[in-house]
Structures are given as C-alpha cells and as structure tokens.
C-alpha cells in the first residue's frame, strides 16, 4: 500500500467537511441570488436594510439598481468586485467584526465614484477637470451623500 492511499481518507474527510460546510453556507445565504442585479438581494442581510429601504424612496430608485452604482461597469470588473466583496462580507458576518454604521471601504468608493462621473459625467465635466489626478476630484458623495440611499439623516 503507498503513501498516497494510506494519506487520502486522512485529506478526504476534511476536504468533504468543508466542501459540504461551503455549499450548506452558500445555499443558506442564497449565494446564487448575488450574482444577479435583484436589488433586495442587497438586503438578504440586515444590516443593508436602512440602505435598501432609503434607495427605495430615493431618487435613484427608477434608474440604477446597486451594482450600477457599487460596481464597475465591465463585466469581468463586475463579478471581480461582487467575489471580494461576498468574500468580505460573509467573513465580516460570521465573525461580527464589522463597523455599524456600514462604512463604504475606499476600493469601494474608488467604484462608486467612477458610477457617479459614468452617469453624470458630462454634467460636472468642469467641476472634475481642474484636478490633477482622481483622487484630487471632488467627491460627488461629499454634497450628495443621500442620494443614492434616500435623504442623509
């Protein structure tokens, strides 16, 4: 007998566990619903809530879903952003070690900010002109911060 059929029910056994541990989490978060552009699915989980509940009764509501403002407009761009951020949140839940109220990371604001100019660009292409590089741009959420969740409390 080799090494390697002693070795594999020793590898078999975890490597079923947590195969069957990631497909029983990623059925119960209703994984598959993430790659679609259903706007509730953003509030699958509780804390997005207040942020679903405002895009609603926002003015963004009857022209832009989440993922045309929260990811890029590429495809592969898209599916890369919603992968780390599913990675991301899902270890940030099951381990509750996130920040209430949810804080948009800068990667992620980096994206909304391209959103923001992909719509409007041609409206505030003389605002954004005059900076150097886009982190010197004026952030288009510093005067609108509610718009695309509803009035900023």
């Given at each position: 007998?080799?090494w ?21 989490t ?12 259903a ?8 804390i ?9 009764k ?13 990811t ?14 599913g ?29 923001c ?8 292409r ?28």
């Open positions: 007998m080799s390697l059929s002693r070795l594999w029910p020793a590898l078999a056994i975890p490597l079923g566990v947590g195969l069957g541990l990631g497909l029983f990623f059925g119960y978060a209703e994984g598959f619903s993430y790659l679609g552009n706007p509730a699915t953003c509030a699958n989980c509780h997005m809530s207040e942020q679903y509940d405002g895009w609603v926002g003015p963004h509501e009857a022209v832009a879903t989440c993922n045309d403002c929260h890029p407009h590429d495809l592969v761009g898209k599916y890369t952003t919603k992968a780390l951020n990675y991301h949140h899902s270890k940030a839940f099951t381990l509750q070690d996130f920040h209430e109220p949810i804080q948009i990371k800068s990667r992620n604001a980096e994206i909304l900010q391209a959103s100019l992909h719509c409007h660009g041609d409206f505030v003389e605002l954004v002109a005059g900076s150097t590089t886009a982190a010197d741009a004026p952030r288009c959420v510093h005067c609108h911060a509610g718009v695309g969740h509803g009035p900023a409390d």
